[in-house]
C-alpha cells in the first residue's frame, strides 16, 4: 500500500532563507506525487505534480520539488521565503490506475519570520 | 470562472441531528470527492464517485452518506451515526479519464461545529 511521510510538522524560516520541506514515499513502483498549499479556511490548491516527465519539477509561486528514486524522496524548496508562503503544505501521492486513490500526507506547516 | 462552490462555509448543528453539505461544480468533471480535515491528521477520504448515479466508500465512511444524481453536484450528508462530526470537509474533483494525473480541484470546504 501506498504512504507519505512528511517529517516535521511545523517549520519556521525568516523571511529570505531557504524553504525545504521534506516528503517521502512508500511505494512499490514509482508513482505520481503532487504538493499542495492550503491557506487559513480554505481548499487545497496545486502547487507542482511529477509525473515522470523530469525529476526537476517547477511550480507556482517560486516552488520547485525534485523527485529521488533511490531516496523515495519527493522535497519542495523555496530558494528565498516570502511572508506570503506562510500556510501548510500537504505531499500526496497515486498510483497509475483510476482505481488508485490520491493519499496525503500529514501536512507541514510553514511559519516566516519576518 | 470554472470552480468548486461548497455551502454553507460555516455550519453549526445540535448533536442527533442530520445535516447536508452542498458540493457543486461547472469544470465538468468526471470525479468528485469528500475528504474530513482534523488538525495533524491531513486528508481523509469519505465517500467518491466517478461517474453519475455510482459511488464508493472511503476509508471513514461510516456515519456519511452521498448521492450522485448529477454530474454537476456530489451533496454529502452527515448523520447523527457520525460519533465525531466536528470537523472541516473539503470537496474535490478531477478528470476521470486522466485521473491519476489530474489534479484534484477543491472547494473552499464547509466548517461544520456539532454540539
Known amino acids: 500500500a501506498q504512504s507519505v511521510t512528511q517529517l516535521g510538522s511545523h517549520v519556521s524560516v525568516s523571511e529570505g532563507a531557504l524553504v525545504l520541506l521534506r516528503c517521502n514515499y512508500s511505494s512499490s513502483v514509482p508513482p505520481y506525487l503532487f504538493w499542495y498549499v492550503q491557506y487559513p479556511n480554505q481548499g487545497l490548491q496545486l502547487l507542482l505534480k511529477y509525473t515522470s516527465a523530469a525529476t526537476l519539477v517547477k511550480g507556482i509561486n517560486g516552488f520547485e520539488a525534485e523527485f529521488k528514486k533511490s531516496e523515495t524522496s519527493f522535497h519542495l524548496t523555496k530558494p528565498s521565503a516570502h511572508m506570503s508562503d506562510a500556510a501548510e503544505y500537504f505531499c500526496a501521492v497515486s498510483g497509475y490506475t483510476s482505481y488508485d486513490k490520491v493519499i496525503f500526507g500529514p501536512g507541514t506547516s510553514l511559519s516566516v519570520i519576518p | 470562472d470554472g470552480g468548486i462552490t461548497q455551502s454553507p462555509k460555516y455550519l453549526f448543528r445540535k448533536e442527533g441531528q442530520n445535516v447536508t453539505l452542498s458540493c457543486e461544480q461547472n469544470?465538468?468533471?468526471?470525479?468528485m470527492y469528500w475528504y474530513r480535515q482534523d488538525p495533524g491528521q491531513g486528508l481523509r477520504l469519505i465517500y467518491y464517485?466517478?461517474?453519475?448515479?455510482?459511488?464508493q466508500k472511503g476509508d471513514i465512511a461510516e456515519g456519511y452518506s452521498v448521492s450522485r444524481e448529477k454530474k454537476e453536484s456530489f451533496p454529502l450528508t452527515v448523520t447523527s451515526a457520525q460519533k465525531n462530526p466536528t470537523a472541516f470537509y473539503l470537496c474535490?474533483?478531477?478528470?476521470?479519464?486522466?485521473?491519476?494525473?489530474?489534479?484534484?480541484?477543491f472547494g473552499n470546504g464547509t466548517r461544520l461545529t456539532v454540539t
Open positions: 469544470l465538468n468533471h468526471d470525479a
Open positions: 474535490a474533483s478531477s478528470f476521470e479519464k486522466d485521473r491519476v494525473k489530474s489534479p484534484l480541484h
Open positions: 464517485s466517478q461517474i453519475v448515479n455510482d459511488f
